[in-house]
């Protein structure tokens, strides 16, 4: 649960929605989280909620039960609150909740984003110091065009991570170089013993 003043993903705005709608819907299960996700295809919808066949197999045989997973879709949607996030909903496959997101919500958190800044929508992390470990190149043998893909990856997490308010120490852990310097060591020293 996010605290006041935070902001909270679009996600777990749907997320707290639908967990209110699930315990409206079936008391008996309350502890069951939501599974919300993207559509897997945006014409059905934004997002879609996944409990309803999962709750139908742990409903099934108890006294007034819900005959197939829609209609667990149907009381889960049925149970929803009433709220400013979700605009239409609809039934899919054996029981997938589609929700189409309303206009005014997704302006309203862009205005807001624009006015406040795009750090206001950055998720705020369990965590304050994080250390990233990140190309690592065996600098005794040629570079390769894999460290520079490490490298642009690390930096990549590091920045997102800095954008969410972490401090972060970047790592570079040179790879394994003692026997290869140990090598040149012992030919410089091979070619002139008198010393360097």
């Avoid at 909270?8 to 008996?28: D, H, I, N």
């Avoid at 609809?90 to 006015?115: C, E, H």
């Amino acid at each position: 649960m996010a605290a006041p003043g935070e902001a909270v993903s679009l996600r777990g705005e749907l997320s707290g929605l639908f967990k209110s709608a699930l315990s409206t819907a079936f008391p008996a299960v309350a502890e069951e989280q939501p599974i919300v996700a993207p559509c897997n295809n945006a014409q059905h919808g934004d997002y879609q909620c996944n409990n309803a066949m999962s709750l139908f197999g742990k409903l099934k045989g108890k006294e007034g039960a819900p005959k197939n997973p829609r209609e667990v879709a149907t009381a889960i949607v049925n149970g929803l609150p009433q709220n400013h996030v979700i605009g239409d909903t609809s039934l899919a496959g054996p029981g997938f909740i589609n929700v189409k997101v309303t206009q005014d919500y997704l302006a309203g958190r862009l205005n807001k984003m624009l006015a406040q800044g795009v750090g206001t929508m950055a998720p705020k992390l369990r965590y304050k110091r994080v250390v990233v470990d990140f190309s690592s190149p065996n600098v005794a043998k040629e570079m390769h065009v894999g460290h520079l893909r490490s490298t642009i990856l690390g930096d990549t997490i590091c920045k997102s991570l800095e954008f969410c308010g972490a401090e972060v120490v970047r790592l570079n852990h040179i790879g394994d170089w003692g026997t290869q310097f140990g090598m040149l060591i012992q030919h410089m020293a091979e070619l002139r013993p008198e010393g360097l």
